[in-house]
DNA sequence: CGGTGCTTTGAGCATACTCAACATCAGTGG
DNA sequence: CCACTGATGTTGAGTATGCTCAAAGCACCG
């Protein structure tokens, strides 16, 4: 067993927070951590690579990882980040369709597909839990597609910290103040945007007193309202 | 039992066709059978909204379906087209993230999601195969936001045959004379272009001769070689 | 035939990109 | 402590791609 969890298996387990672990009994938790390793990586890590064979269910414990792929001529579109308590590396035919990498230094929890199979068999709503999880992620790669194809530079920057927001909301953390781990290239490469467009646009939303900018990573939500109104969000619910 | 069902139950059975009883035995098909009905739908028809409650996960067994989310002001983006034996109608939390509607009259199967899970219970093999179907949604979703997000109208236009050649191919069909049931608008919607875009772009990859164009729903390609390079696919293979 | 809906084509324009210069920041070593 | 360096971010000018608006061309259908 891997020595460098610090997860408690006792009755009020902090493992709870686990997504994986969501609505298993003590049981196959313990099956569960016992086939997991721990590992860490550092910022600009490859975790794998789009092609590569895949062996491994990541779920982020720490940090933040990007998925992204790539045409030949390296442009680049990431295709989500992921934050701790999400997982990543469930792909068709057990070959990555993208690279991971983590834009911050990372710890990860990985566990072997084949192992994971033979859970899956024995309990069917750990298999539910899954698709549970791919069907979310579906839906949020049909809403960005929605992003991508039909929203204006404007709508899309404002989308952006609005989505991070929601996130944090559900996290029960603040959601007027948010930490970008990632930087502009990697924001324009997620939105389909050139960096100097996310910059410049960046800074007009600031300018008009919707959000505030400090040292490059940190953000303030001043008028989460008005926000939602140029990210196109529904204005009608808005406009009481 | 529905009676409108052509499906042979017998040893060498045409259900095999089916995506959602692969891997099922007899017995399993039979219950799966029992649970399903058929209904038809006329070219425009809607099937489900976004926001509706789903109750079902429905198999495309004639036509093709459309699947698209909107924004307030109408923009459309098309999210994917459903073609015969592929499924669609799973979405988070019982709730559908997108709407539905039949771009040419169409036959669907439905099979109720609350019955769905409990064969699941049951059959944990049912519930994996569900995953790698969704898995291979996501895959697919993941390419899509490259084309929405990086691409250019040109290389949109051309991956787009290209990807329905492909099916095709899997299909045994004929891969380099296609049907193409959606219109223009449909198109653009799915390839986050206008219209005119695509009309225009279309008509110039005719007079460049790479594809050939019939009465505004039949597309021949003539040559797939320089359409992957147009659609910017690793241009290195072809460089030999 | 005339209508209706879809598609094509044209002209002008706006959005977002490219190229380029400059500013800022983090880290390094004198 | 400050100068230097490389990476990252901002700002500006000019331009290209793809959009909008408009009109004409076609096919399908009573």
Redesign the interface.
Known sequence: MSAAHSVDLGPSATITTSTIHRGLDQRHREQLFCISSVQTCRAKAVIFHEGDRSKHLFEVLDGVVK?Y?L???G???I?GFVYPGQVFG???SHVH??TAEAIVDARLCGYPLAKL?LI??????F??G???M??????A??????L????SATEKISSFPLGLSDRCRDEGEDSMMLHLPMNRANIG?Y??LAIETVSRTMTWLRQIGVIELHQRHDLRILDHDRLSVLA?????ILAV
């Open positions: 998925l792929r045409l030949p001529d442009r680049r579109q295709t469930l792909d068709r369709t993208a199979e899956t068999e024995e309990l069917p709503e298999a539910l899954l698709l549970r791919i069907t979310n992620e579906l839906a790669a049909h809403d960005h597609m929605l991508l194809g039909r929203k490469d939105l389909g196109e969000e529904d204005a009608s």
